[in-house]
């Protein structure tokens, strides 16, 4: 009984810190700071890539509408990146997000960059 009512306090905990999060997040993505600064100069490498032939137009373009939209929250030294969809963040994360938290923290300092997919409000 006693390990059945420590799980619901965990689980009810977990689900509250989730919904905390999620508030915080969709509140960044209205109200908070624009990461532009950070990618701007991070953009300008992708787009020199593309020039070189190193990167392929799809990347370009699907990369430009998330980078645009990214949030800094200063308090975690974090940008927070939107994503359309789970698939896209796979595709994100294997093609350009360990390269991009290298250029944004030999760069800027950035502690850590994070992918969210935004669910709709139903």
């Given amino acids: 009984m006693k390990k059945a009512r420590f799980k619901e306090l965990t689980l009810t905990s977990s689900r509250i810190d989730e919904k905390l999060f999620k508030e915080k997040l969709r509140s960044l993505f209205v109200s908070g700071k624009s990461a532009r600064e950070y990618m701007k100069p991070y953009w300008q490498t992708v787009k020199k890539a593309y020039s070189e ?42 093609n350009c997000l360990t390269e991009m938290k290298k250029f944004l923290k030999k760069n800027f300092n950035v502690d850590d960059v994070e992918l969210v997919v935004l669910e709709k409000e139903h």
């Fill in 53 to 94: 032939g190193k990167v392929d137009k799809m990347t370009v373009n699907v990369l430009f509408g998330p980078l645009r939209d990214a949030v800094y929250d200063d308090f975690e030294n974090k940008i927070y990146i939107p994503v359309p969809d789970k698939v896209f963040r796979d595709w994100f994360e294997v």
